[in-house]
């Protein structure tokens, strides 16, 4: 009965083993960061205008998701921590909701 429960269970880990072997085979190439660091053309864009105090978010998408008053529409709506990439630059002017352009 033990020898039926020891070689049950081998049979099992086997098992296991084998489906999870192509997860394991699918593995991404080693990236080489040093030619992707050549080829990168710049950091994210800076912001031109004024950013209130904590504003990031959903707050910027009001008016970049659909590229309202006349902001540019962002292509990543979804990457929520605008203010990790974009930080501020210079402010040409401050954005008041009615930029006239
Ligand atoms: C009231 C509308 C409004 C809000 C809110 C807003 N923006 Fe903008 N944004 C603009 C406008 C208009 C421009 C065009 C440049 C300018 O200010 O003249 C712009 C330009 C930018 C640019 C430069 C894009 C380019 O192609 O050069 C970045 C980056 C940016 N905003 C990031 C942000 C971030 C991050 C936030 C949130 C902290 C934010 N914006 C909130 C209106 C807005
Ligand atoms: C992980 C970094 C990162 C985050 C987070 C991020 N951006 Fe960007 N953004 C970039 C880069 C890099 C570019 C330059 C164009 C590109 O490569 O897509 C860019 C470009 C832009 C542009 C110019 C139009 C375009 O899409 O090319 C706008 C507007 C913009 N971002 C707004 C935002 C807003 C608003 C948020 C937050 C909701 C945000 N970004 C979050 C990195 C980021």
Same mark, same amino acid.
């Given at each position: 009965?033990?020898?039926?429960? =020891?070689?049950?269970?081998?049979?099992?880990?086997?098992?296991?083993?084998?489906? *999870?072997?192509?997860? *394991?085979?699918?593995? =991404?190439?080693?990236?080489?960061?040093?030619?992707?660091?050549?080829? /990168?053309? /710049?950091? !994210?864009?800076?912001?031109?205008?004024?950013?209130?105090p904590?504003?990031?978010?959903?707050?910027?998408?009001?008016?970049?998701?659909?590229?309202?008053?006349?902001?540019?529409?962002?292509?990543?709506?979804?990457?929520?921590?605008?203010? =990790?990439?974009?930080?501020? /630059?210079?402010?040409?002017? !401050?954005?008041? /909701?009615?930029?006239k352009?």
């Amino acid at each position: 009965m033990k020898r039926i429960v =020891q070689l049950v269970t081998t049979v099992g880990v086997v098992a296991a083993l084998a489906l *999870f072997a192509p997860v *394991f085979a699918n593995e =991404q190439p080693e990236p080489d960061l040093a030619k992707d660091a050549a080829q /990168g053309t /710049g950091l !994210p864009m800076a912001v031109p205008h004024a950013m209130k105090p904590g504003e990031d978010g959903e707050a910027c998408n009001a008016c970049h998701r659909t590229g309202i008053k006349k902001a540019p529409p962002t292509s990543h709506p979804e990457r929520l921590n605008c203010t =990790q990439c974009h930080v501020q /630059g210079a402010i040409k002017k !401050p954005a008041k /909701g009615k930029s006239k352009k």
